[in-house]
């Protein structure tokens, strides 16, 4: 079968399209057809070797994907040949027409949702409904602000927020970011690239500020959400590309909680129950997972390359 793989850390040019031996299900594991792949950030910083997962090489990157299963190992019947599925959980083996994976990280696709969109969930959704719900205990009547709101992630989490009746604000770059956040059913959509951008906050909050705000680029934010926030607020740090200055003062000050996100850190009951969710909201429309772009496999040089690119819109996935 083709693959992609990295036989060496480095820039996006060290992946390869090549030949490699079909997977095999062991004891426990299902192992799927692939007819589509998520394409996320992380996979861009193992790929690179600056992540702290990383995988003996060579190695097939890639932990998101959707497909139908081809086979099952000993162990598993929740599955059949057959099954539209979706894999979150684990990491490695994606980026390829076929996959082998632990039956406890594949989860039942609906029949409405394409295989594109199953690629979308596993990372992103995972993410933002473990950042909105589990880290940032968000509840209905609150105010949350999305930064990056028109990325993959940013968009799961406006979904997730709507159905939850929390009451979401959402940035984005461009115009076309823009009318993407408004679509997801936001109370505003704010430019993030206009300087000042977040002294509305106050207006659009009665005075008080957001109760929950979802940070996708720390390292440039954190010291403007610490002052947004309301008192006793939380802001869940889900993306940081270097170190920042802030004033803890303004956190005492408002006893602010300052939380971090690793979504590896999940318990198995804890990823069961987040994905059961998940699977509710798919099967009645309030998940609708946005797709951005979709590329051929053998360009996953151009996915990596675009994955980083300011003005995210929706998912990128790969297609075998």
């Known amino acids: 079968m083709k693959a992609i793989q990295v036989h060496e850390f480095g820039d996006a040019e060290v992946m390869r399209y090549e030949d490699v031996p079909e997977p095999t299900a062991a004891a426990g594991e299902v192992v799927l057809r692939v007819e589509a792949i998520g394409v996320n950030p992380v996979d861009t910083y193992v790929r690179a070797g600056v992540h702290l997962i990383k995988p003996a090489l060579p190695f097939i990157p890639g932990a998101d994907a959707a497909g139908t299963v081809l086979a099952l190992g000993d162990g598993v019947s929740q599955f059949k040949a057959g099954d539209r599925v979706y894999i979150a959980g684990g990491w ?26 199953g690629a979308a969930i596993g990372t992103p959704y995972g993410t933002a409904y473990w950042a909105l719900v589990n880290r940032g205990r968000g509840k209905a009547g609150e105010t949350v602000l999305v930064h990056g709101a028109s990325g993959a992630v940013g968009t799961a989490a406006l979904q997730i927020a709507n159905a939850m009746g929390i009451k979401a604000i959402g940035t984005a770059g461009s115009e076309r970011g823009l009318e993407l956040v408004r679509q997801q059913g936001v109370s505003h959509a704010l430019d993030h690239s206009q300087d000042g951008y977040l002294e509305a906050i106050g207006d659009l909050t009665g005075g008080k500020g957001p109760e929950l705000i979802l940070e996708m680029l720390a390292n440039v934010n954190l010291p403007q959400d610490m002052e947004a926030a309301a008192k006793y607020g939380r802001i869940v740090v889900i993306g940081n590309r270097g170190p920042v200055e802030i004033n803890a003062r303004v956190a005492m000050m408002k006893e602010l909680d300052i939380l971090g996100i690793a979504l ?10 987040l994905h059961a969710a998940l699977g509710r909201g798919l099967a009645d429309g309030s998940l609708n997972p946005v797709i951005g772009k979709e590329l051929a496999l053998a360009e996953a040089v151009e996915a990596h390359h675009a994955v980083l690119r300011p003005g995210a819109y929706g998912k990128i996935v790969l297609i075998p």
């Open 264 to 273: 590896f850190n999940a318990t198995a009951d804890e990823t069961a129950d």
């Open 92 to 117: 490695g083996g994606c980026y390829a027409e076929q996959v082998a994976r632990g039956a406890a990280h594949v989860f039942a696709l609906p029949d409405t949702v394409g295989f594109a969109q």
